[in-house]
């Protein structure tokens, strides 16, 4: 990835969570991308949490990203498993002669509209359709209605929120009682990516 994004998928994180959260044994899976962070950066020392984490799941030791290598088409590209292309959000800016307005993170109001998203079926969607839930931390697009169907917990994407309030949010969704517990959540980090 150009923005080397990590993507930690948390099979195992179930297990762990129970201890640390007090949850009813329900699998979760969790994705964690942290946005500009190589595969290379995690190690026992200076990432030692996100080590556990890697150590106690599935993890990608890196992966090829779709083209454009930019956040929105990628991060959409994770959670359809579809390229660009397919899913429709092919940059982080772009216009559209049918639709208004400039497709941006700056322009809200165009972001959030759900035909720029019509052709995209993330996995919240399928979830959905199976009687399950999703809990996602700034995904792009969960803060729009695709199809109708949002994830069950989701915040507008707030780029001052501390790695500390992301978390604890995350973790306050994480820790309702089972059947009101998402079995796959999302958590996104900017800062690397916004440094670089």
């Not at 099979?11 to 959260?21: D, K």
């Not at 026992?44 to 556990?52: A, I």
């Not at 083209?67 to 088409?73: A, D, G």
């Not at 559209?96 to 998203?117: A, I």
Request: proline share 8%.
């Amino acid at each position: 990835w150009r923005m080397g994004t990590v993507c930690l998928m948390g099979f195992a994180f179930a297990a762990h969570a129970q201890t640390q959260l007090s949850l009813a044994p329900k699998p979760l899976v969790l994705l964690v991308s942290i946005d500009g962070f190589k595969p290379a950066y995690v190690d026992k020392v200076n990432t030692p949490h996100l080590f556990q984490l890697q150590q106690s799941g599935a993890h990608a030791r890196g992966l090829i990203s779709s083209f454009p290598s930019l956040t929105f088409p990628n991060h959409l590209s994770m959670v359809t498993g579809q390229t660009p292309d397919h899913h429709g959000i092919v940059n982080n800016t772009m216009t559209d002669p049918e639709l208004p307005g400039t497709f941006s993170l700056g322009s809200r109001d165009v972001l959030n509209d759900s035909r720029w998203w019509r052709q995209a079926k993330p996995i919240w969607l399928t979830l959905h359709a199976q009687g399950k839930r999703s809990s996602t931390l700034f995904w792009p697009g969960s803060e729009v209605p695709i199809q109708g169907i949002q994830p069950d917990d989701w915040l507008p994407y707030q780029h001052d929120m501390s790695h500390e309030s992301r978390i604890q949010t995350l973790l306050r969704w994480l820790k309702r009682p089972s059947e009101d517990r998402a079995d796959f959540a999302t958590l996104y980090f900017s800062d690397v990516d916004s440094a670089g």
